[in-house]
Nanobody, 125 residues
């Protein structure tokens, strides 16, 4: 059974940096996409970043491009989200998700079957 566990959230000030981690277990394939989404209070869940594990394809949302970096450690089966120059509007619960389709690298939350429990990121002004 696939399990995703996020960690690294917290309370920071605007301009600070934070790194989120998502450790995966129970993986049965080496060809999958790992993504980060976030959901702020009263808003829909939105795409943040995705990386296909084997092909290194990477996409970012326009709102985080240039500030956030998604990376992975194959040996640890962990994906990271390095967040720099944080803004109050980045405040949300951040979720990692996995998609085991062979070629898709989707930005749509509906394409992801496996989700972590989420980690809160709060950025104060």
């Amino acid at each position: 059974q696939v399990q995703l566990v996020e960690s690294g959230g917290g309370l920071v000030q605007a301009g600070d940096s934070l790194t989120l981690s998502c450790a995966a277990s129970g993986l049965t394939s080496s060809n999958y996409a790992m993504a980060w989404f976030r959901q702020a209070p009263g808003k829909e869940r939105e795409f943040v970043a995705v990386k296909r594990w084997s092909a290194l394809t990477t996409y970012y949302s326009d709102s985080v491009k240039g500030r956030f970096t998604i990376s992975r450690d194959q040996a640890k089966k962990t994906v990271y989200l390095q967040m720099n120059s944080l803004k109050p509007e980045d405040t949300a619960v951040y979720y990692c998700a996995a998609d085991f389709s062979r070629s898709r690298t989707s930005t749509a939350s509906t394409q992801y079957a496996y989700w972590g429990q989420g980690t809160q990121v709060t950025v104060s002004s």
